[in-house]
């Protein structure tokens, strides 16, 4: 299976490249595999990738980190107090349907140019993602699991502790993909629309003296990335879950 | 701890049984309603449940055999009547006991081990001491080589012996166990029934065991208390089951005082089991 996956690869890019050669693609819009490919070796060669890709793999990860906790503390919150749940439901709900990517022109003013502006983006996306994962995760458990807790002397705190907080990580976890794949959009997307550093204004800078080769090889790498990434929390899932995998 | 001999005291007596004289009931039940919403589950209840006694409660289906028990537990509480435990009033939860739910409540992201030590974590017992005591009790239910598995690994049967070792670690004086052996196979049952009774002879307490299988009842108990069928069911009688102990489990199905006796209880459940069948039809 590989190998014809390895093909059908091979065959598009061949066509690409053949398509490019022949004249029948305009390089100027579509650029050629040969082309991109030398970008991404002159970039990795000369080292003027590594300070972009740093920036947003950075900024991603402050936004899954702060993102994270942040829902897990409010899912966790209101889950347990259920008059605050209530209370900020329709709130919540109403930002959650907001498209986050209306923000970033406001979070640019508000926290300038620098990583941050992308950070909090990143975060009103994972955090909603991990606080309904969250809220979830306490809903679901099983009311005998409780019962039998306390029934064997468990302390509000014990079962916070043993039963509650891993159920909810439970979904945290099983959330992984999702949570991680959406602060490196809205990093991106983030640095797209003003930023002076990361992978997102590398492809906007190519597109803007359209260097479409730029704005592939761009893509490229970051898809990549975000492949690299996916297997790794793939792997670290598997780990954590490791209980349920039987 | 005190605990009267099998058959020595007969509990059918609306008086009373003598022991009561020296030994305060482990669980008391007095004139007990319970309601939920407009449905009574049970109306009238008294039951007093002797410390060290093993004591089964039958009924059909539907009779409020659960409520009962987490009534015990202080789970819930009751509408009318009180429960008593070791002479105090309960209010809250059960301290003087461990519950065995139908439906294991193991935790699935902890391991046989943390499984089984939860009780004496929750207790502040000191990790390595709680390591061994658990060892002691996953041995006692044969669960030597699945220490370090999770829930989610072992059969049926299995999760039934760490569900068992869970409730036992923990030195309650009453085990309360809510049909805890009704999803195994016939045969997986007969094992944990044998384990159950291991356990018990071993290191005795009070058991309220509630069941809808006369059969396992009658096996394993020192009494058997027969509830009607429900709504608002009640005590409808009490026997004493005075089959010599330890008992074999194997055999004991085919013993003539039995059969004799099962002959006797079936004849009270069988009027109450009809009568469930009527109010569902």
């Known amino acids: 299976m590989v190998l014809w996956q390895a093909l059908l690869g091979a065959a598009i890019l061949g066509a690409w490249q053949f398509l490019a050669d022949r004249g029948t693609l305009d390089k100027f819009f579509f650029s050629r595999p040969s082309d991109i490919v030398l970008r991404m070796a002159q970039w990795i060669r000369t080292g003027s990738i590594w300070p972009h890709l740093l920036v947003t793999l950075e900024e991603a990860l402050l936004a899954f980190v702060i993102g994270g906790i942040a829902g897990i503390v409010f899912g966790f919150g209101l889950a347990r107090v259920p008059w605050l749940g209530a209370l900020l439901d329709p709130y919540i709900k109403t930002l959650n349907a907001l498209p986050r990517v209306v923000l970033a022109p406001i979070f640019l003013l508000w926290f300038g140019l620098g990583i941050w502006s992308k950070v909090v983006l990143g975060v009103t996306v994972v955090f909603f993602v991990v606080f309904f994962n969250t809220h979830q995760g306490i809903r679901e458990v099983d009311p005998v699991v409780v019962n039998n807790a306390r029934m064997l002397g468990a302390s509000e705190w014990n079962l916070i502790r043993h039963v509650f907080v891993p159920s909810a990580l439970t979904w945290v976890f099983s959330s992984l993909h999702v949570s991680i794949g959406f602060a490196m959009i809205a990093v991106v997307v983030g640095e797209y629309l003003g930023a002076s550093r990361g992978v997102g204004y590398l492809i906007s800078q190519a597109e803007g003296v359209f260097d479409t080769t730029g704005v592939f090889a761009g893509i490229t790498i970051l898809s990549a990335v975000v492949l690299l990434v996916g297997w790794g929390v793939d792997r670290l899932e598997r780990w954590l879950l490791r209980w349920k995998a039987y | ?281």
């Not at chain 2, 509990?11 to 007095?30: K, M």
């Not at chain 2, 071993?202 to 009494?223: C, I």
Request: a negative charge; glycine letters at 8%.
């Open chain 2, 1 to 281: 701890m005190f605990r009267a001999g099998s058959g020595g005291c007969v509990v059918s007596d609306t008086i009373g049984c003598l022991d009561h004289a020296f030994s305060r009931p482990a669980i008391r039940f007095e004139n007990v309603t319970k309601t939920f919403g407009s449905y009574t589950a049970i109306r009238g209840v008294s039951l007093d449940v002797r410390e060290g006694a093993f004591v089964s409660v039958v009924g059909p289906s539907g009779c409020g055999k659960s409520t009962l028990l987490n009534l015990a537990a202080g789970l819930i509480s009751s509408s009318e009547g009180s429960v008593s435990v070791f002479g105090e009033r309960l209010s809250g939860l059960n301290r003087h006991a461990a519950y065995m739910f139908q439906q294991e409540g193991l935790l699935p992201w902890k391991t046989v081990l943390e499984n089984v030590t939860l009780g004496l974590t929750f207790r502040g017992v000191k990790p390595q001491e709680a390591e061994a005591t658990g060892r002691e009790w996953i041995h006692r239910v044969g669960l030597d080589d699945f220490s370090s598995a999770f829930p989610a690994q072992l059969s049926g049967g299995m999760r039934k012996r760490a569900a068992m070792a869970q409730s036992w670690i923990v030195d309650s004086g009453i085990l309360l166990m809510d049909e805890p052996f009704s999803a195994l196979d016939v045969h997986t049952r007969l094992r944990m029934e044998s384990i159950l009774l291991e356990l018990w002879t071993a290191a005795p307490r009070t058991v309220l065991f509630v069941t809808h299988d006369l059969e396992e009842a009658l096996a394993l108990a020192d009494e058997v208390v027969v509830l009607s069928a429900g709504p608002a069911s009640h005590v409808v009688s009490r026997y004493s089951i005075d089959l010599p102990r330890p008992r074999d489990l194997i055999d004991i199905r085919t013993e003539p005082r039995f059969v004799e006796l099962y002959r006797e209880i079936w004849a009270s459940l069988k009027q109450e089991v009809l009568k469930s069948y009527a109010r569902t039809e």
